[in-house]
């Protein structure tokens, strides 16, 4: 089989302001990214948005870097299926801004807060699809597109007003059913069902019925639903629970704060969105939790830690003062970590650990481990 490639370009988020800013680009030339992955993130002066991979593929023919000025139509780059494959001339796009002539004379006038990729134009236009009935707020990919065109009925939900006391939970499991009495604490939100890709509709958690798979969030954020609670905990595999994060805000979702009404976080402390913190938990002064991060029952932050995103400390965890836990990184139960020690970004630390010393990336502490031995 020949190899092949997909097209990766700049997206419109809106037809008065033609030109992005990279705000962030997390990829590079050569590297292997799977369908769902971030590649970039874009800032216009009204809005910020995510460019999310929608095939497998390495990147090749990267044409931007970090705090580029990128104008829509233009080549971001090629997901391709080897490693090898290399653009003809004539599919570089070399001058971005005679590109973007193009792509803005065959650019029809979008509904008013339509957020969508130009391949996902391309296939909307192809199919005939009524674009005024897209919904508005999530960034519409190809994908999402290729869902409305198989099941067109979905088109008939009618935007409704967004229900602030509403959530999802996305997540049937262990830490699901956690993070429905967490919720259920605060006395705030109204669980309006369960996500879950491997549970059947038929089938509820603690009384909360499942909604169905990812499939159905183009149809929840039609009606209102516009705040999720990501229950992937990801235990021994973080990249399931960041993808979820990715597809909840692919799809306009937000994922608020959660904070039980037993843990204590001081209030000089700092709490990104996402993040939820449980039982008898303790975080400290001028403490950092980053995106999405998790703090179990019982666990202790202590005062100046830094966890970043994504991070998991578990039950009983203990931090002494001025830890930095690195993203994605796991704290398993009863672990104690001492003084000033930092760990990089994706590192395991198993259940009963001490860790004296510094840990690298990708590190792994072995369960009642020393560190170092």
């Not at 966890?307 to 009983?316: C, E, K, M």
Request: aromatic fraction near 4%.
């Amino acid at each position: 089989m020949e190899p092949s490639a997909t097209l990766v370009s700049i997206p419109l988020l809106n037809p008065n302001e033609p030109e992005a800013r990279i705000v962030s680009l997390v990829i590079q030339e050569g590297q292997f990214v799977e369908q769902g992955e971030l590649l970039c993130t874009l800032e216009t002066t009204k809005s910020t948005a995510e460019v999310i991979a929608e095939v497998d593929g390495f990147i090749i023919s990267l044409q931007f870097s970090e705090a580029d000025i990128a104008q829509a139509g233009a080549q971001l780059c090629f997901l391709a299926s080897s490693e090898d494959w290399r653009p003809e001339e004539t599919q570089i796009q070399g001058d971005p801004g005679r590109e973007m002539d193009n792509a803005l004379q065959d650019q029809p006038e979008l509904p008013a807060g339509l957020r969508i990729s130009q391949p996902a134009l391309k296939l909307a236009q192809l199919n005939q699809l009524d674009l005024t009935k897209l919904p508005v707020g999530p960034i519409i990919t190809e994908n999402m597109v290729r869902e409305l065109v198989t099941q067109p009925n979905r088109l008939d939900v009618h935007e409704s007003e967004f229900d602030p006391n509403a959530l999802i939970v996305y997540g049937g499991g262990g830490h699901g059913k956690s993070v429905i009495d967490l919720i259920r604490s605060l006395r705030t939100y109204r669980i309006h069902g369960i996500i879950d890709d491997g549970m059947s509709r038929d089938q509820s958690v603690m009384g909360v019925p499942v909604l169905g798979g990812s499939e159905i969030l183009l149809e929840l954020h039609a009606q209102g639903i516009r705040q999720a609670i990501n229950a992937v905990g990801g235990i021994g595999d973080i990249t399931n629970r960041i993808k979820v994060f990715q597809l909840l805000a692919e799809h306009g979702f937000v994922c608020p704060i959660v904070i039980h009404p037993s843990a204590v976080v001081e209030p000089s402390s700092k709490v990104s969105p996402g993040v939820q913190v449980f039982p008898h938990a303790y975080v400290g002064s001028d403490a950092h939790l980053g995106f999405g991060a998790i703090i179990n029952t019982g666990a202790v932050v202590s005062h100046d830690c830094y966890v970043d995103d994504f991070a998991n400390i578990s039950p009983g965890a203990l931090l002494a003062g001025g830890v930095n836990i690195g993203k994605g990184s796991l704290v398993g139960m009863g672990v104690t970590v001492n003084l000033g020690v930092t760990t990089g970004d994706n590192t395991r630390i198993g259940n009963s650990a001490t860790v004296k010393e510094d840990v690298p990336e990708n590190g792994i502490v072995r369960a009642g481990m020393i560190w170092p031995e």
